[in-house]
């Protein structure tokens, strides 16, 4: 798919729930999110359906969000069901690794390429803090696990907080080096201002070259994700949504009303 700016779509991010065990304060508010009844959730097939449609169209590469994803229960079926299509070329996962000690090896058996683990500081006070639920043991085990099930190469995010994180960059960079690990540092965003940034180490943020597009938990494709388009998938019809999605995609973000980080991914 070939967008008005001549960016070629190939890359869907799907976002399995808006749920997450943590409560990241540059994420999601402290008392979690709204509740969504179950039916407005996409089921599995639903989800497979759509990704068929769009490998018809030229997707090739996806990426399971949240929320959390691996709080979306059976995701390993999920995995499965996306690694079946012949034309996807890889499946990977951003988490923030607590339940990887559980899934890893069922992900990678079920088709998962590799994985995005959060990780700002290795202070443990510091991470309880930002992460307002979080245990920071838990996400180096997940981490093991993800090394130790061949999910690779396992990426770090590493959110920079303006006050809050700037001395813990080094600290992060040694554990990385120290372990292999690929190390991205993200500006933190303001989804209603429009402040955004290209990612440091990574392809996110720049938009002349943007080839994707997200699906959120309750079935909406969305073109930016500094842009209030949305467009249905159960209202317009899968192959209607995405030629909207693809065709009204903006140059370049500017602002958002519609989503958060927490239902859209990021």
């Known amino acids: 798919m070939l967008d008005r700016f001549n960016r070629h779509i190939t890359y869907l991010r799907i976002s399995v729930t808006d749920r997450c065990n943590f409560r ?19 089921s599995f097939r639903e989800i497979a359906d759509i990704v068929k449609v769009g490998t018809k169209l ?9 929320g959390e994803p691996l709080v979306r229960k059976d995701l390993p079926e999920l995995v499965k069901m996306l690694a079946e299509i012949p034309e996807i070329e890889e499946i990977g996962m951003t988490t923030n690794g607590v339940l ?10 079920a088709g998962l390429t590799r994985v995005n683990i959060s990780l700002d500081t290795l202070d443990p006070e510091k991470f309880k803090k930002i992460t307002r639920l979080g245990n920071l043991d838990d996400v180096l085990k997940g981490i093991e696990a993800a090394l130790e099930a061949g999910l690779l190469p396992v990426k770090i995010n590493f959110v920079r907080i303006p006050g809050e994180n700037e001395e813990d960059e080094q600290a ?5 080096k120290n372990r292999n690990l690929k190390l991205r540092f993200i500006r933190q965003m303001d989804l209603r201002t429009g402040e955004f940034y290209a990612v440091d180490g990574g ?9 994707r597009l997200r699906l959120t938990a309750d079935g909406f494709l969305v073109p930016c994700l500094h842009s209030d388009l949305r467009y249905s998938t159960r209202e317009l019809g899968i192959e209607e949504a995405y030629r909207k999605a693809v065709h009204f ?12 980080f927490s239902n859209i991914g990021g």
Request: glycine residues 10%; aromatic residues 6%.
């Open 100 to 109: 990887l000690p559980k899934y890893a090896q069922q992900l990678k058996e």
């Open 249 to 260: 995609k903006p140059e370049k973000g500017m602002s958002s009303t519609t989503h958060d």
């Open 58 to 66: 030229g997707i090739k590469k996806i990426r399971l969000t949240g």
């Open 172 to 176: 992060v960079r040694e554990f990385c």
């Open 24 to 42: 990241c304060e540059y994420c999601m508010p402290a008392e979690g999110v709204p509740w969504k009844p179950h039916e407005e959730i996409l």
């Open 203 to 211: 392809e996110g943020g720049v938009c002349n070259i943007c080839n």
